[in-house]
């Protein structure tokens, strides 16, 4: 079944169009990431929560 010329050609096609898709999202992943290091390093300064006030934490 897979063994044709045809197959084979349509099948690097698609992982051809998938690898180009790939490769748009690799800049919005860095800077996703970027973004939540600058975030957890910005966070250690909060205070902790106060108990009194939210009763969700137990």
Known sequence: ????????????????????????????????LAIAALAGNERRSVPDVDRTVTGSVR
Request: aromatic content about 10%; charged content about 20%; glycine content about 0%.
């Open 1 to 32: 079944m897979s063994d044709s010329p045809d197959k084979r050609s349509e099948w690097r096609a698609i992982l051809y169009v998938q690898a180009r898709v790939a490769i748009l999202f690799v800049p919005v992943v860095a800077s996703l």
